[in-house]
């Protein structure tokens, strides 16, 4: 029986000529990855090890994003362990503030993940990186330590769920749609544990914004990874952000998956996620009159510059509703500038957004956009759990970044073809 994508890569890195589901391998890492909130927890377990050094400097990655610039003390004393420990290891990839971004825009962007990259990440949207083709996923803060101290981790090796993406998607359709539709259509626990494998001809409309998204929320749907295969598209992205060799791993023709789902993405509709799960899924026009106090575009999910310009070509010359308020949160350094070049910061601010400088803010609930108790949120990013983005008694409803811009100018959940 033939191999996967994510078991081949799983495989080489543990020097094995094949693995199959379930089996318990030991796999050398690429990536060890950690954010403000994660990695204070994984040095302390690092000290317990006992070891002096990082298994390799430039292999250990680190990102303040989820409390900065840090929104009071206890965040700024998180931060600070992090950055003393950064310098104490040498750390080669720690990224400061002023250097940072929202991490999973930053790594990539930075050319760290390539191709059949194996990543670990003490933060469960570390599966972003499988838009790359490569394995990666999120882990405890535990492994994160343990990886630090050797390069290495455990895995049991995932079964896979099959999709197959076929045509082209309409104009205001995008990677959000498409992932919502699929965690709508098999659940929250839908591919538990497994690999989401994404195939067919549907794939070449999708730019690697949108495949970053959907790879970005396959822990929403319970899995272990999300992948794509690597195309002309990949190699054009990794050549312009990496020097790093990489290696391109393909699918078997023999593999037998656990269930294969077939998606004609040209009959999608924008999606909106009700609360309090991702799967909640009703498309815009299932939507009905929802007034909302505040727009969030942004996050891991939907911070990047195709977002953003899709959010500027709705909002140019129009103006936010007054009754909400809407705050946009480009993923890095690099795409703040390019808003700036390209006009888009301009458009947003005239248009009544808050543009801020890169951060989670919002979408854990961290700062920089908190809920009241009794108000509603639309948001571009990945969940939208009770309590979630503030009060226990707020609401967070998820969708892509035209149905945001729409309705930040509508002041409720509003199609982007009606605006």
Known sequence: MGMTMTQK?????????????????????DIVHGNDVTTPVAIKE??????????????????PDHFTPNKDIKSAEHCKIVREFAKQKNVKNYFEVGQMGIEHCLLPEAGLVVPGDVVIGADSHT?????????STGVGSTDMAVGMA????????????????????????????????????????GALYKSMEFFGDGLEYLSMDDRFTIANMA????????????????????????????????ADDDVEYDEVYEIDLSTLRPTVAFPHLPENTKTIDEVGDIAIDQVVIGSCTNGRMD??????????GKKVNPNIRVIILPGTQKIYLQCIDEGIAKTFVEAGCVFSTPTCGPCLGGHMGILAKG?????????????????????????????????????????????
Request: aromatic content about 8%; proline content about 3%.
């Open 219 to 250: 822990i929403e749907a319970g899995g272990k990874n999300g992948i794509f295969p690597v195309d002309e598209k990949t190699l054009e992205y990794v050549k312009e952000h990496s020097d790093k060799e990489y290696t391109v791993f393909e």
């Open 9 to 29: 890569i799983l495989a080489a890195h543990a020097g094995l000529e094949s693995v199959k589901a379930g089996q318990l391998i030991e796999a050398k890492l």
């Open 307 to 316: 977002d953003l310009r899709i959010a500027s070509e709705i909002l140019k």
């Open 150 to 189: 050797r390069g290495v981790a455990w895995f049991k090796v995932p079964a896979a769920l099959k999709f197959v993406l076929k045509n082209k998607p309409a104009k205001w359709v995008s990677g959000k749609d498409i992932i919502l539709h699929i965690i709508g259509m098999i659940g929250v626990d």
């Open 127 to 135: 599966c972003t990186y499988g838009a790359l083709g490569a394995f």
């Open 46 to 63: 690092f000290n317990k090890i006992g070891v002096k050094e990082v298994f390799d400097k430039n292999k250990v990655t680190i990102v």
């Open 375 to 419: 108000e509603r949120a639309l948001s571009t990013t990945n969940r939208n759990f009770i309590g979630r983005m503030g009060h226990p008694e707020s609401e967070v409803y998820l969708a892509s970044p035209a149905v945001a811009a729409a309705s930040a100018i509508t002041g409720k959940i509003t199609s982007p073809e009606n605006v």
